[in-house]
């Protein structure tokens, strides 16, 4: 563990001098000895830090003549502006797409771009199967048995516990596990609200959102959001204050599909608001321990005093999609969530909440994290400089600190659906960004997950997808 942390900081060094230009493309790194006598260490912690950097793209290896920096931090493409919603309708031409691209996702892909999971080869398949059969031998009839309304307690403890590294103040009892992160927003969305009331969200926003909405006939109110920082709060200050809100959904932490986070400040402010006007925080969570910094961010639930926030989480973007565990800590509202997961499930599945509560309680879990926050941090920075090699010139990309999605912004020339059609034919799949709204806007904007291994073929993928663009424009 120290030899992993000690090759880490070498490796962060070296990144933070390219980052900052003291170490410029072409410059030749110092020598493995050179680099032993100055840190103290072995020749297999000098070279583990430089693999490190080989692997985000940063750094190069020349036979017989030493280890050169290859790229920079400043050729990365510029981040899109703020967004401005439209306010022009178009809710079936975004159920249609949704549709279409939904449709092609069970078809095979040599590449898909557009799939919100990490790959299966990033997950510890092995390892959580042989949890869930653990979970079988010890649980009574075999884990055949309705659970408890409320969820697993075992499973509740360890998110309370795992809480406090991010300054939530939860127990076991404010806890109730869902199917899933969707599951919980649903309950959510269902015990606070009735067909026709106006909820708040980000635009961008994620498609599940919008189609969740739709089906319940709630009107959806999007505001303006930047890339970097979330939502914009003189935006839903303003909004507030003129408009009747019944609710606010908003993804504190690495959004989908933006990937923006939102600063501390903001959180406490946007808070404050809710509890100023009396309206509840339906808070998406569930990206937030993929982050690439040096501790996990604080959510709004953080600086919830009232219990106004019902903060949402799950392990489908980190560990087992399909295993559909997932969690709301509702606040003052947890009756009212208790009785909609009553009246809709009753219950959670018993197995899957035992094993990971099971991968949670033995620390596999924040483990597996570290080896997938390193490897997706790696990948971002190989998409961000194939991008800005392959795209057309003027492109524009989000630079999330976590998470595994890119938000793409396009020379105006190109219309994504196209560009996806295009793809299609190369067994490339992509999200236009025409989806992650209701209205008329984001025509020349895509969503790319990176949560796929990088290789040849990737690349390959990305340059194809770039020589398309550069075709519409």
């Given at each position: 563990?120290?030899?992993?942390?000690?090759?880490?900081?070498?490796?962060?060094?070296?990144?933070?001098?390219?980052?900052?230009?003291?170490?410029?493309?072409?410059?030749?790194?110092?020598?493995?000895?050179?680099?032993?006598?100055?840190?103290?260490?072995?020749?297999?912690?000098?070279?583990?830090?430089?693999?490190?950097?080989?692997?985000?793209?940063?750094?190069?290896?020349?036979?017989?003549?030493?280890?050169?920096?290859?790229?920079?931090?400043?050729?990365?493409?510029?981040?899109?502006?703020?967004?401005?919603?439209?306010?022009?309708?178009?809710?079936?031409?975004?159920?249609?797409?949704?549709?279409?691209?939904y449709a092609n996702l069970g078809s095979h892909h040599d590449l898909s771009f557009s799939v919100g999971v990490p790959s299966p080869a990033l997950l510890p398949v092995?390892?959580?199967?042989?949890?869930?059969?653990?979970?079988?031998?010890?649980?009574?009839?075999?884990?055949?048995?309705?659970?408890?309304?409320?969820?697993?307690?075992?499973?509740?403890?360890?998110?309370?516990?795992?809480?406090?590294?991010?300054?939530?103040?939860?127990?076991?009892?404010?806890?109730?596990?869902?199917?899933?992160?969707?599951?919980?927003?649903?309950?959510?969305?269902?015990?606070?609200?009735?067909?026709?009331?106006?909820?708040?969200?980000?635009?961008?926003?994620?498609?599940?959102?919008?189609?969740?909405?739709?089906?319940?006939?709630?009107?959806?109110?999007?505001?303006?959001?930047?890339?970097?920082?979330?939502?914009?709060?003189?935006?839903?200050?303003?909004?507030?204050?003129?408009?009747?809100?019944?609710?606010?959904?908003?993804?504190?932490?690495?959004?989908?599909?933006?990937?923006?986070?939102?600063?501390?400040?903001?959180?406490?402010?946007?808070?404050?608001?809710?509890?100023?006007?009396?309206?509840?925080?339906?808070?998406?969570?569930?990206?937030?321990?993929?982050?690439?910094?040096?501790?996990?961010?604080?959510?709004?639930?953080?600086?919830?005093?009232?219990?106004?926030?019902?903060?949402?989480?799950?392990?489908?973007?980190?560990?087992?999609?399909?295993?559909?565990?997932?969690?709301?800590?509702?606040?003052?509202?947890?009756?009212?969530?208790?009785?909609?997961?009553?009246?809709?499930?009753?219950?959670?599945?018993?197995?899957?909440?035992?094993?990971?509560?099971?991968?949670?309680?033995?620390?596999?879990?924040?483990?597996?994290?570290?080896?997938?926050?390193?490897?997706?941090?790696?990948?971002?920075?190989?998409?961000?400089?194939?991008?800005?090699?392959?795209?057309?010139?003027?492109?524009?990309?989000?630079?999330?600190?976590?998470?595994?999605?890119?938000?793409?912004?396009?020379?105006?020339?190109?219309?994504?659906?196209?560009?996806?059609?295009?793809?299609?034919?190369?067994?490339?799949?992509?999200?236009?960004?025409?989806?992650?709204?209701?209205?008329?806007?984001?025509?020349?904007?895509?969503?790319?997950?990176?949560?796929?291994?990088?290789?040849?073929?990737?690349?390959?993928?990305?340059?194809?997808?770039?020589?398309?663009?550069?075709?519409?424009?």
């Open positions: 563990m120290k030899k992993d942390l000690l090759y880490q900081r070498i490796a962060k060094n070296m990144e933070h001098q390219i980052q900052h230009n003291v170490l410029k493309v072409g410059d030749q790194l110092p020598s493995i000895r050179t680099m032993c006598r100055e840190y103290g260490v072995s020749m297999s912690t000098v070279l583990q830090a430089y693999y490190d950097l080989v692997g985000k793209g940063l750094i190069e290896s020349r036979p017989q003549s030493g280890y050169y920096v290859s790229y920079s931090h400043r050729k990365f493409p510029t981040a899109p502006e703020t967004s401005n919603p439209v306010g022009t309708p178009g809710v079936q031409e975004t159920t249609a797409l949704i549709s279409k691209v092995a390892k959580i199967n042989k949890a869930l059969v653990t979970a079988m031998r010890s649980l009574p009839a075999g884990g055949t048995l309705y659970d408890d309304i409320q969820g697993s307690s075992r499973l509740r403890r360890q998110i309370a516990r795992a809480a406090f590294s991010w300054g939530g103040k939860l127990e076991e009892q404010d806890l109730v596990t869902t199917a899933g992160c969707m599951n919980a927003l649903a309950y959510s969305l269902m015990a606070l609200t009735v067909h026709g009331d106006t909820i708040v969200t980000e635009s961008p926003v994620y498609l599940g959102v919008l189609q969740l909405a739709q089906s319940l006939g709630l009107r959806v109110l999007e505001l303006p959001t930047n890339p970097i920082t979330g939502i914009e709060i003189d935006a839903l200050k303003k909004t507030l204050e003129t408009d009747k809100i019944k609710l606010c959904l908003l993804t504190s932490n690495f959004s989908n599909p933006l990937g923006s986070c939102m600063p501390d400040e903001h959180k406490r402010e946007v808070v404050l608001l809710m509890e100023k006007y009396g309206i509840p925080l339906i808070e998406d969570d569930l990206y937030a321990d993929i982050y690439f910094g040096h501790h996990r961010p604080k959510s709004c639930k953080t600086y919830d005093e009232s219990g106004i926030v019902l903060w949402c989480g799950s392990v489908s973007k980190t560990l087992a999609p399909g295993y559909r565990v997932g969690w709301v800590a509702p606040g003052r509202f947890r009756d009212q969530v208790m009785r909609t997961k009553l009246y809709h499930s009753v219950s959670s599945a018993t197995l899957p909440q035992e094993a990971i509560a099971n991968f949670l309680e033995t620390g596999r879990y924040e483990n597996h994290l570290r080896k997938l926050r390193s490897t997706l941090y790696a990948n971002l920075l190989q998409y961000l400089r194939a991008i800005s090699t392959y795209f057309p010139e003027g492109t524009k990309v989000s630079r999330p600190e976590g998470g595994f999605l890119l938000w793409v912004e396009l020379p105006r020339q190109v219309h994504a659906v196209q560009l996806y059609e295009s793809a299609l034919r190369y067994n490339i799949s992509i999200a236009p960004g025409r989806m992650f709204t209701l209205q008329h806007q984001y025509h020349n904007c895509l969503r790319l997950s990176y949560g796929i291994l990088w290789n040849d073929q990737v690349e390959a993928g990305l340059r194809t997808l770039g020589k398309l663009a550069k075709r519409m424009v």
